[in-house]
């Protein structure tokens, strides 16, 4: 079988060659490791992303073939149809290039600069390498690290920029219409100058025109920078749920899913118009300052206003917080118990358990709906108060006023023209408690990312990884102990043991011995608290666990499908694929033996977690996936607790031809499958308890013998 490895994205290999240029240890595995490739393809965009995780600063430009200097080179040109190559070396003079074609695979070659203008699309990748500190040069200034969420925030520092300056100008034009009609009332109607008042008006319009076009504009940019900040977030939040290390992953995937879509309230309150009712705001003041202007000591009612509806918001937010915070957890744990309910389905109806579960779920449904009542009528108290302030404010402005009028302090207009500033100023007061709400959902929301995205992941530096071997010589466990997080008792004790290269290897032991545990911790996806594994001779803690997992076929005891096709879940990560392979690999694990039976063959719709398939198919899928990038190493657990007698004996059959030059490590309770292996460890209790030849090590269990 080919390795999927051999076709690859132009881009991807012209990064590769980058990497080798400036002594990058990188391979495909470690660049592209959870990065968003479409069947293995690479476009500029995931080009620049990638070259960063090597250490690498890429910028995407246009520029002609003229302008290149070879003091900017190496770079990367874009070509016709998608394709691209490596410029190295470039003279003006003599018009030629020297340039790596990574299709020819021939290496370096010298073209006309001609020939490479007809093929180049006036695009290309400038790269350049990162300043690397070493230990030696810690930091002196505590300077601050870019966050997640601020540090994305301020990208769009220009827009919001320039959403504040729009905000100042429309605040600004809130002022108009009150003085318009002050100006018709006072200067217009007792002189009937209707001349001026169709200056006034046309004035007023133009400034209503510019109004609704900023406010127009204010919101597309308040918007845009809101989807801008959106995406990015919410791709370094994937990336982060995706690269967690699984000793801190969180213990319900329930309520951790529910934390993620929290996210929801963060991206309301950058996109919505809480960011605009924010931005006014302090512009409240500058209104307040037009008013005492027209009118003198009016404005001490629109203040008094203003202070009871902000004394008022300020007394319920402790409550409003609690209120917030315990609708927020509880929604949390509804969703995990609604995500645990429909995954274990099955179970619970086979022990008659839905009312159990219907009485958890309602419970807590009710627990929501009292904190969520609290908080909404915390909120429309707020806001109830507000409107019945503003009307109390316009009367007493009214009353005041007369006052003033008849004391000739203030005019008729200058009484109407105050009245309508002030229910512009008292607005966005009003708005404080439906802000306070957002503003403590999106904080609690943000608080539970922060924690998620300052979980520890998988290491993606390159400066610390070496290349990963490809397992010929031997895998060690070297007095190897682990204990999973947060539980008694090591799962695996002081175990050493040493496979060469070429054994076939059965696990044996009783349940829960620790023979599952030792493959995840050969992949990495556990660290050994003490104790070493080696391959190769190099401590795997050394080695990319994205290229050792490459180069090992895994397939665990649960035979996780997605939804898809049968097809897209053979070739699960593996990007690029030829059918042949594909097809190769499904007749080798028996999965062609019901794909023929459907009418759309390999293209069999597959329902989500494999619902629609039996125990036994979705194994055969699931080791075809592990094959199709042939492996050196096939670490199996249980690979056929599922199939039927006949299934299970052409696939060990074909194991048997497949595995003759690889090395098989399984653990296995069905005695048919020690067939296949010439060495036998047993282990009990995450100890070893037998290590050696099958027939000898099986006799000695089958005398009760445990010494060897
Ligand atoms: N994800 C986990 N978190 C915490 N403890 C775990 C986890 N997985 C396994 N354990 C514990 O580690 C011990 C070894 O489990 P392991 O799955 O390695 O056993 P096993 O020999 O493969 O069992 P089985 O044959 O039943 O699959 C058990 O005591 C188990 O309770």
Same mark, same amino acid.
């Given at each position: 079988?080919?390795?999927?490895?051999? /076709?690859?994205?132009?881009?991807?290999?012209?990064?590769?060659?980058?990497?080798?240029? @400036?002594?990058?240890?990188?391979?495909?595995?470690?660049?592209?490791?959870?990065?968003?490739?479409?069947?293995?393809?690479?476009?500029?965009?995931?080009?620049?992303?990638?070259?960063?995780?090597?250490?690498?600063?890429?910028?995407?430009?246009?520029?002609?073939?003229?302008?290149?200097?070879?003091?900017?080179?190496?770079?990367?040109?874009?070509?016709?149809?998608?394709?691209?190559?490596?410029?190295?070396?470039?003279?003006?003079?003599?018009?030629?290039?020297?340039?790596?074609?990574?299709?020819?695979?021939?290496?370096?070659?010298?073209?006309?600069?001609?020939?490479? %203008?007809?093929?180049?699309?006036?695009?290309?990748?400038?790269?350049?390498?990162?300043?690397? @500190?070493?230990?030696?040069?810690?930091?002196?200034?505590?300077?601050?690290?870019?966050?997640w969420f601020w540090g994305t925030l301020l990208r769009s520092k220009k827009i919001y920029r320039d959403v504040l300056i729009a905000s100042v100008i429309i605040n600004l034009f809130v002022v108009v219409s009150p003085l318009f009609v002050m100006n018709v009332y006072d200067r217009v109607v007792p002189n009937n100058a209707v001349e001026t008042l169709w200056v006034l008006a046309i004035g007023a319009g133009v400034a209503y025109l510019f109004d609704f076009l900023l406010k127009l504009a204010r919101a597309y940019f308040i918007d845009v920078a809101g989807k801008k900040s959106d995406i990015l977030l919410s791709a370094s939040m994937f990336e982060q749920t995706m690269g967690l290390q699984m000793a801190s992953r969180p213990v319900s995937v329930g309520s951790f899913a529910r934390h993620l879509q929290e996210f929801d309230y963060i991206r309301e309150f950058i996109t919505s118009s809480t960011v605009a009712t924010l931005v006014d705001l302090p512009f409240c003041l500058l209104i307040l300052a037009v008013i005492a202007l027209l009118g003198g000591p009016i404005v001490f009612v629109p203040?008094?206003?203003?202070? +009871?509806?902000? +004394?008022?918001?300020?007394? +319920?937010?402790?409550?409003?917080?609690?209120?917030?915070?315990?609708?927020?957890?509880?929604?949390?744990?509804?969703?995990?118990?609604? /995500?645990?309910?429909?995954?274990?389905?099955?179970?619970?109806? %086979?022990?008659?358990?839905?009312?159990?579960?219907?009485?958890?779920?309602?419970?807590?449904?009710?627990?929501?709906?009292?904190?969520?009542?609290?908080?909404?009528?915390?909120?429309?108290? %707020?806001?109830?108060?507000?409107?019945?302030?503003?009307?109390?404010?316009?009367?007493?402005?009214?009353? @005041?006023?007369?006052?003033?009028? /008849?004391?000739?302090?203030?005019?008729?207009?200058?009484?109407?023209?105050a009245v309508m500033l002030s229910g512009r100023c008292l607005a966005p007061v009003a708005q404080l408690s439906s802000l306070s709400t957002k503003f403590y959902q999106t904080q609690s929301a943000l608080n539970a990312l922060n924690k998620v995205m300052d979980l520890p992941v998988e290491e993606q530096s390159h400066d610390s990884t070496l290349k990963t071997p490809d397992i010929k010589q031997?895998?060690?466990?070297?007095?190897?102990?682990?204990? @999973?997080?947060?539980?008694?008792?090591?799962?695996?004790?002081?175990?050493?043991?040493?496979?060469?290269?070429g054994e076939k290897v059965a696990i044996i032991g009783r349940i829960g011995s620790g023979k599952s545990t030792l493959q995840r911790l050969l992949m990495r996806f556990y660290t050994p608290t003490t104790g070493s594994i080696r391959i190769d001779g190099l401590d795997i803690q050394q080695l990319s666990p994205h290229e050792l997992r490459d180069r090992i076929g895994y397939v665990s005891q649960e035979s996780q499908l997605y939804f898809g096709t049968v097809r897209d879940n053979i070739a699960l990560g593996a990007g690029y694929v030829e059918d042949e392979q594909i097809l190769a690999a499904a007749r080798l694990c028996g999965v062609t033996e019901f794909t023929d039976r459907h009418p759309k063959g390999l293209q069999m719709p597959v329902a989500e977690r494999g619902a629609n398939f039996s125990g036994g198919q979705k194994q055969s899928i699931v080791l075809a996936r592990a094959l199709l990038s042939d492996p050196n190493v096939l670490l199996f657990d249980e690979p056929c607790s599922a199939m039927d007698s006949l299934s299970e004996h052409y696939f060990r059959e074909r194991l048997r031809t497949l595995a003759k030059d690889k090395t098989l490590i399984m653990t296995t309770y069905k005695s048919s499958m020690l067939d296949l292996v010439d060495r036998v460890i047993v282990m009990d209790n995450g100890r070893l308890l037998a290590d050696g030849p099958r027939d000898k090590v099986l006799e000695a269990l089958a005398q009760g013998k445990t010494e060897f």
């Amino acid at each position: 079988m080919k390795s999927h490895a051999q /076709v690859q994205s132009p881009l991807l290999e012209c990064l590769l060659l980058l990497c080798r240029h @400036y002594k990058i240890s990188a391979s495909i595995s470690t660049l592209t490791a959870g990065l968003p490739l479409d069947k293995g393809q690479m476009d500029e965009p995931l080009f620049i992303r990638c070259a960063d995780r090597a250490g690498l600063s890429a910028r995407h430009l246009q520029i002609s073939l003229e302008q290149l200097t070879p003091l900017v080179l190496p770079a990367v040109l874009l070509l016709k149809n998608g394709k691209a190559c490596l410029l190295t070396a470039l003279d003006h003079h003599k018009g030629t290039a020297q340039v790596v074609i990574t299709e020819s695979g021939s290496g370096s070659e010298e073209v006309a600069l001609t020939t490479l %203008a007809e093929e180049y699309t006036g695009e290309a990748l400038f790269v350049k390498e990162k300043h690397r @500190y070493d230990e030696r040069t810690p930091r002196t200034l505590k300077l601050p690290e870019r966050h997640w969420f601020w540090g994305t925030l301020l990208r769009s520092k220009k827009i919001y920029r320039d959403v504040l300056i729009a905000s100042v100008i429309i605040n600004l034009f809130v002022v108009v219409s009150p003085l318009f009609v002050m100006n018709v009332y006072d200067r217009v109607v007792p002189n009937n100058a209707v001349e001026t008042l169709w200056v006034l008006a046309i004035g007023a319009g133009v400034a209503y025109l510019f109004d609704f076009l900023l406010k127009l504009a204010r919101a597309y940019f308040i918007d845009v920078a809101g989807k801008k900040s959106d995406i990015l977030l919410s791709a370094s939040m994937f990336e982060q749920t995706m690269g967690l290390q699984m000793a801190s992953r969180p213990v319900s995937v329930g309520s951790f899913a529910r934390h993620l879509q929290e996210f929801d309230y963060i991206r309301e309150f950058i996109t919505s118009s809480t960011v605009a009712t924010l931005v006014d705001l302090p512009f409240c003041l500058l209104i307040l300052a037009v008013i005492a202007l027209l009118g003198g000591p009016i404005v001490f009612v629109p203040i008094a206003g203003m202070a +009871i509806i902000a +004394i008022h918001s300020l007394s +319920i937010q402790p409550a409003l917080r609690l209120a917030i915070e315990n609708t927020q957890r509880s929604s949390a744990q509804k969703h995990a118990t609604l /995500v645990e309910s429909l995954c274990g389905i099955e179970g619970i109806k %086979a022990r008659s358990a839905e009312g159990e579960l219907q009485h958890r779920w309602e419970k807590l449904s009710g627990h929501i709906a009292k904190w969520d009542i609290k908080t909404r009528f915390l909120t429309v108290s %707020a806001s109830t108060l507000s409107a019945f302030v503003i009307q109390l404010v316009t009367i007493g402005i009214v009353v @005041y006023g007369v006052y003033l009028v /008849v004391d000739q302090q203030l005019t008729m207009g200058g009484l109407i023209a105050a009245v309508m500033l002030s229910g512009r100023c008292l607005a966005p007061v009003a708005q404080l408690s439906s802000l306070s709400t957002k503003f403590y959902q999106t904080q609690s929301a943000l608080n539970a990312l922060n924690k998620v995205m300052d979980l520890p992941v998988e290491e993606q530096s390159h400066d610390s990884t070496l290349k990963t071997p490809d397992i010929k010589q031997s895998i060690t466990f070297d007095q190897v102990s682990f204990a @999973y997080p947060n539980q008694h008792g090591q799962a695996v004790q002081n175990l050493s043991v040493t496979i060469k290269a070429g054994e076939k290897v059965a696990i044996i032991g009783r349940i829960g011995s620790g023979k599952s545990t030792l493959q995840r911790l050969l992949m990495r996806f556990y660290t050994p608290t003490t104790g070493s594994i080696r391959i190769d001779g190099l401590d795997i803690q050394q080695l990319s666990p994205h290229e050792l997992r490459d180069r090992i076929g895994y397939v665990s005891q649960e035979s996780q499908l997605y939804f898809g096709t049968v097809r897209d879940n053979i070739a699960l990560g593996a990007g690029y694929v030829e059918d042949e392979q594909i097809l190769a690999a499904a007749r080798l694990c028996g999965v062609t033996e019901f794909t023929d039976r459907h009418p759309k063959g390999l293209q069999m719709p597959v329902a989500e977690r494999g619902a629609n398939f039996s125990g036994g198919q979705k194994q055969s899928i699931v080791l075809a996936r592990a094959l199709l990038s042939d492996p050196n190493v096939l670490l199996f657990d249980e690979p056929c607790s599922a199939m039927d007698s006949l299934s299970e004996h052409y696939f060990r059959e074909r194991l048997r031809t497949l595995a003759k030059d690889k090395t098989l490590i399984m653990t296995t309770y069905k005695s048919s499958m020690l067939d296949l292996v010439d060495r036998v460890i047993v282990m009990d209790n995450g100890r070893l308890l037998a290590d050696g030849p099958r027939d000898k090590v099986l006799e000695a269990l089958a005398q009760g013998k445990t010494e060897f």
